[in-house]
Structure formats: C-alpha cells, structure tokens
C-alpha cells in the first residue's frame, strides 16, 4: 500500500480463477506459505494455487525454517461407501463411468481401467471445452442418454455435462469428487474423496461379487470408436486445400509409434483431437483457452527427451506463442508443430455463419501467412505444405531436423464434426 511500482493487488485480481490466493506479509513465513500453497495445489482437485511476494518480504533477511505443510496423502472411498456404489453398479443395466481430464489418460486412467475390466462398466472422459459434443467422443456421447446410473469420478456436474440434462431423466447420478459436492437433486449420492485411490478401492470390493458379461460396453465402446464413412474419404484426399482428417493421417503413424501428442486451438483442433488415438496427448482443457499448445510441447519434448512431440494447431492459436519456438531453440526442444492454416478464426466463423448467416460474418478473416518462415527466421526448420502428397515427406524432414519445426499446412476451412450429445441434446 506504499504506491510502489506498477503496485496493484495481486491478490484480489487472481482470487477468481485459482484455489487460493493470499499475500505472504511476515518473511518468516515464507518457506510455511510456499509448502501449504504447493500442498493446496495438489491436493483435492489438482488447481493453481497464487502467492504474492512483496519486494519487502523478498528482500528481507529471514532464518532459515522448515515447512510444516505437506499434502495429505489421497483418502480413498470408505467400505460402506464403496458398498453402496458397487450396489448401485451392480442394480443398473446401462452404467457409465465418466472421468475429468486428470482420469483420463496415464497412471490415474490405469485405476479407472481395472473398474472396467472388473464390473464391464464403460468409462468415457470428458476432457473438452466441448463437453458432450467433444467430437473425439464421437457417437458415444448421444449414448449418455441412454445411461441409468452415472458414475461421476472427479467429473464436476457441470456445463460440460449441460448440468445433468445430458442424462435421461431417470438417471440415477453418483458423484465421487475431491471436493465437497454441491446439493444437487440429480446427485442420489455424494462422496468426497480421491478418485484415483477410489477408482482401486471399487474395483477391490466389486472383485468380491460375480459380473455377468453385457452388450453395453461394447456398444459404448464401438460406437466411441466408429467413424462416419465420409471420413475415410477424407483420409485419403488428394484435393486441395487439404482436408484436416488427410493431416491426421500423416500424422498417425507417428502418433501410433509414440509420439506425444499436443493439440490446440478451435476448428482444426478438434479434427485433431477427434481423428487420432493417442496414447498420450495435451489438449487445451475444460478452460477452453488457445495458444498453449506450443509451450506445452516445449515441456513435453523436456519431461520426455526420448520421445516425438507433435504440436497440432490453427493458425490463429499459433500466433498467440509463436516465440515460443524461440524458448523451444534455447532449451534444445526439437518439437514440430503442424499448423493448420485456412487464414481465418474458423471456429468463431462457423459460430457467426450458423447464429447470424454469411452477411453477418465479421472480423473472422486472417492472411494465409508463411508461418514457417517465422521458424526459420529464429532458427528452426520451416516447411509449406500446400498439396496432400507433399505432407509426409514434410513430416519426416521435419523430425529429422533436430530443430524446433513448423509445417505450415493449407487446410480447408470445414467446421468441426458434431455428434449427437446425450438426452438434452
């Protein structure tokens, strides 16, 4: 409150968006406030967590301590609760499991996975801004009507799931969550507790009881997996500008042999997300924001040094990091970034298209720009891709670089695809 420079409060300002948000005022509780603000971030649900340091504080001349807080370790679900939901599980006759982001790939989807397998219960993330119309759920998500009881493991019931109008009326819903779970009329239980150790607890007690085989899994699960027949089509395209199921299948072989894959932005992203089957990517999450992708790859290519990263995004997402690839250069992160470039805001172009009609489309139009000189110009390699046969032997040059990459791709504009998205659809 001094008036120092560009002095505001931090605190306030940040409070919205975060777990927990305070100012450290006594230097002495310095290294106390960083460990109880770590322990905060990853305990519950995992969430950034803001600690303001004022210049005072930083410069002050403190003892050395040693902090106290440390995260508690996950509290699964108790006995008489994991009872009531394998109950619950074993009565419906169409159960679904959905997960958050945190569930859905990696370690923690290894837990969801034995549920699976022990009780036949199909589990689906929900890991888009799109919710259920996340077209990598493809027709599966119209299946969430369908459902009689929905297991909710660290899933808040909220817009991503159109707040329980997903569901048939009917459906019983159960929420297991980190977080104490709101009242809610559609929730007919609510447990408070670490999905992941849960997720094991379940599968544990479900063992102790027989499961006979049905034939919704599998409908869920195929449908998840079906494609439209015009896709394949599209896969093997020759036409021009590309179609962004034809960059997909250039970029499968490599997703399939291991490479992490990273995808951002609106239109293309999507198609991204929805024609590939990773077995690890990083999407732009529930928050729905663009232009992370590119830093995101920068610290996948260092977690993972062995390992491909491939960085799918639109042309308006790229310009929101694009010197990032200078990071990517200074910390040796050879990563290739496939932009998809229709020279326009596609998503929001398809917004105004389908809300106001082509008279009312407005401000949407961006340049066909050569964003791969902008990698050359800081020192990486740079491709054109205008014509389909042309983006493999891009790819392959561009992974042999060793040099932070971008192919820069001429893709037609084409909304994403939409399925249908449960009963409220």
């Not at 945190?102 to 993330?125: D, I």
């Not at 997909?248 to 992490?260: D, I, Q, R």
Request: charged letters at 20%; a neutral charge.
């Amino acid at each position: 409150g001094r008036g120092a420079f560009q002095e505001l409060d931090q605190v306030a300002a940040a409070r919205p968006v975060v777990k927990a948000a305070w100012s450290v005022d006594d230097p002495a509780r310095v290294g106390h406030d960083v460990a109880q603000a770590l322990a905060l971030a990853v305990g519950g649900r995992p969430g950034p967590v803001h600690l303001s340091l004022p210049g005072d504080v930083l410069e002050a001349v403190a003892s050395e301590t040693t902090p106290s807080a440390r995260a508690a370790p996950p509290a699964a679900v108790n006995e008489s609760d994991a009872l009531a939901i394998v109950a619950l599980l074993a009565e419906a006759r169409r159960p679904l499991v959905l997960t958050g982001p945190a569930l859905g790939r990696g370690r923690r989807r290894a837990a969801v996975q034995r549920l699976v397998e022990t009780t036949g219960t199909p589990a689906l993330a929900i890991e888009s801004p799109r919710g259920v119309n996340d077209p990598w759920l493809r027709g599966a998500s119209a299946l969430l009507g369908e459902a009689d009881l929905v297991l909710l493991l660290g899933k808040p019931l909220d817009y991503s799931l159109r707040f329980g109008q997903a569901f048939a009326r009917g459906c019983r819903v159960v929420a297991l969550d980190p977080e104490p779970v709101p009242p809610d009329e559609r929730v007919a239980l609510a447990v408070t507790a670490d999905p992941t150790a849960s997720a094991a607890r379940l599968a544990d007690v479900a063992s102790a009881r027989g499961w006979p085989a049905t034939a919704w899994r599998d409908e869920v699960e195929s449908t998840r997996r079906a494609e439209p027949p015009s896709w394949q089509a599209a896969r093997c395209s020759t036409r021009a500008p590309i179609h962004p199921l034809r960059v997909c299948a250039a970029l499968a072989p490599h997703v399939e042999a291991g490479a992490v894959l990273v995808a951002d932005g609106g239109e293309f992203g999507q198609w991204v997300q929805a024609g590939l089957e990773p077995r690890e990517r990083l999407i732009n999450g529930l928050s729905g924001s663009i232009g992370s992708a590119l830093p995101m790859a920068v610290a996948a290519r260092l977690a993972c040094p062995g390992r491909a990263v491939l960085a799918a995004m639109g042309d308006g997402t790229f310009g929101f990091h694009a010197f990032e690839l200078d990071t990517a250069l200074r910390c040796g992160a050879p990563i290739v970034v496939v932009v998809g470039n229709d020279a326009r805001w596609n998503a929001e172009h398809t917004l105004q298209l389908r809300h106001y009609g082509a008279e009312r489309a407005i401000g949407c139009e961006l340049r066909p720009s050569r964003y791969d000189r902008v990698a050359e110009a800081l020192g990486g390699h740079g491709e054109l891709v205008e014509r389909a046969t042309d983006l493999e032997p891009a790819l392959a040059r561009a992974l042999s670089a060793g040099r932070p990459a971008v192919i820069n791709v001429l893709i037609e504009g084409v909304p994403a695809p939409i399925f249908g998205g449960g009963a409220g659809h």
